[in-house]
């Protein structure tokens, strides 16, 4: 294993072993979190590998900041996303099945980052259909919820608020509106603003006068 890496290795491995820490606290101290090995080993080998493919993609131009910072906030979005839609259910809860509608956003960004071969132009291209899928997911998500609220879920009925109602000041649980808006839009922000260091980062590669005309 050459230095570069083992280096790779032991800062993913580290930032790993901190990441744990937090459900590690929150297993110590709060009688409701209820994490067992599988939960912590899930997450320790995604936030490994979603750290060791930061350090391996960045390094391609580790000379140009926008595309390391476009890598940065791309792999975190997806690495929140991963988390977020099974364990809370960005779409009613974690057991309604509209939410693998978020699966086409991990195959988009996955198979078009390969075919992109990582360039900084082309990975402006995948976050930026990264972003119009997430915001699209949302839409169609407020049409449904708007026509039936218990397509939320069980119990939707009660708690939801449709769009007409969005303002109405309620206390305590989100309501659907507000989740799908609040989850959604955070997302697709996140790989809208990856997608314009991307592109940042090619016209970076760019002659001066290539530059000035584009």
Do not use: H
Not at 20 to 45: C, K, M, N, S, Y
Not at 98 to 127: D, E, S
């Amino acid at each position: 294993m050459s230095g570069t890496v083992l280096k790779y290795v032991v800062r993913a491995a580290i930032v790993s072993a901190c990441f744990l820490l937090l459900p590690l606290t929150g297993e110590l101290l709060v009688d409701d979190f209820a994490w067992g090995p599988g939960d912590f080993i899930g997450v320790g080998v995604t936030v490994f590998a979603v750290v060791l493919a930061y350090q391996v993609i960045s390094g391609l131009m580790s000379d140009n900041l926008a595309y390391r910072a476009g890598v940065g906030i791309g792999l975190l979005g997806a690495l929140l996303l991963f988390f977020v839609v099974p364990a809370v259910g960005a779409i009613g809860g974690e057991d309604n099945s509209a939410n693998i509608m978020y699966l086409a956003v991990f195959a988009v960004g996955g198979l078009g980052a390969l075919v992109a071969r990582f360039r900084p132009a082309g990975m402006a291209i995948v976050l930026s259909g990264a972003a119009l899928i997430v915001a699209a997911i949302g839409v169609v998500s407020l049409v449904a919820v708007e026509m039936d609220p218990a397509w939320w879920g069980e119990n939707a009925a009660e708690n939801a608020i449709t769009v007409s109602q969005l303002f109405r000041i309620k206390i305590g649980e989100p309501t659907p509106v507000q989740q799908i808006l609040g989850i959604n839009g955070t997302f697709a922000a996140m790989f809208g603003v990856s997608a314009l260091l991307f592109q940042t980062a090619a016209r970076g590669q760019l002659p001066a006068a290539q530059r000035a005309m584009a």
